[in-house]
């Protein structure tokens, strides 16, 4: 039986979608676990966890556009805004997705489907410093 | 300890909900654990899984025309087209609802509640084969 | 290896979220875990989990209005209403939030990031008793 902790620090440039997907296989690979689970968590308010389409960037595009659209920055009714505009709409787009996922490993490795990539998503206009927590568990 | 993981399909028939509760109760039931986890993961981009009210098939009708509403299928800005004006509002639908969920295991049974079942939510207009991934853990 | 399962209890005064961190971080402290993860499943379909800004209580009110007008209560189409018209959004704000989530526990501590709290979110108009099962397995 494994259990197994991480923490990961990645930086971002901005308002985004960054592939996780590599890193966290490598540490699937290297965890020796055949059958089981890997938690992955996002420990910040203003950037999630999303899985999305791998392939074509033009989907992630409209994945940002699409959030800009739902949680506008000028929303007028918002009192939490001392960190500027983006600061209330990235802790509602972190809601609205996800901080943490949970994926099976089966034979060794994460059974995500073919399309699917992990993503953090940032929510800040500028560029920050994210820290991720990990949990692999199995045998 | 155990550690279990199994691969489900299934088929839809375009857009809507479809219930897993009963199949998935069946697997917790097989696997022998009394206290642990199940986590379920739809391996897909563009379907989803939701816990949703199981008695009245009308919210679940509300359900649908409400993502209708949130995220349209003639949004001007979308690029990622050319699978058809369904395919960028399916991944988008993907992203707000979730890709995975994980579940108390209780004296054998999964800790849902009374009103809570486990639907695989269809975003694409035509029929699909879908892929579930699934990992049981506990003792 | 220890998997143990709990059943809270909360009461809510109506819509808004409340903070079920320090209750949880108590059981994970008593737990006995070191390197592991713990799942936190709201059993409701009205009712449902964030993880949110917990220092201020501005932000929280800010994503209250957020949801009220997101998913109004006066939605036109709305068929399952007979509850009242808190009944289909909260069912809505619940998909579009989460039931469940999975927070790795690392030298004993859930992994929480510094303004992460994890909140039960409220979504009907009139206090109700929710219930809230809890799954910690590690090692």
Chains 1, 2, 3 share one sequence.
């Not at 009192?79 to 943490?100: A, C, F, K, N, W």
């Not at 994926?103 to 059974?111: H, K, L």
Request: no cysteine; net charge negative.
């Amino acid at each position: 039986m494994i259990h197994q902790t991480h923490l990961l620090q990645t930086s971002t440039n901005g308002k985004g979608t960054y592939s996780l997907t590599r890193q966290i296989e490598e540490l699937v690979a290297q965890s020796g676990v055949n059958q089981g689970a890997i938690t992955i968590l996002v420990q910040h308010t203003s950037a999630s966890l999303v899985l999305m389409e791998n392939a074509d960037i033009e989907a992630r595009h409209d994945l940002h556009a699409f959030f800009d659209h739902l949680v506008p920055e000028d929303t007028p009714y918002f009192t939490h805004t001392y960190e500027g505009p983006d600061d209330m709409p990235s802790h509602i787009r972190t809601v609205l997705t996800q901080s943490s996922q949970t994926i099976p490993i089966i034979d060794g490795v994460m059974a995500l489907g073919t399309w699917q990539g992990i993503f953090l998503f940032e929510h800040r206009v500028a560029p920050h410093n994210r820290r991720v927590a990990i949990h692999i568990g199995g045998a």
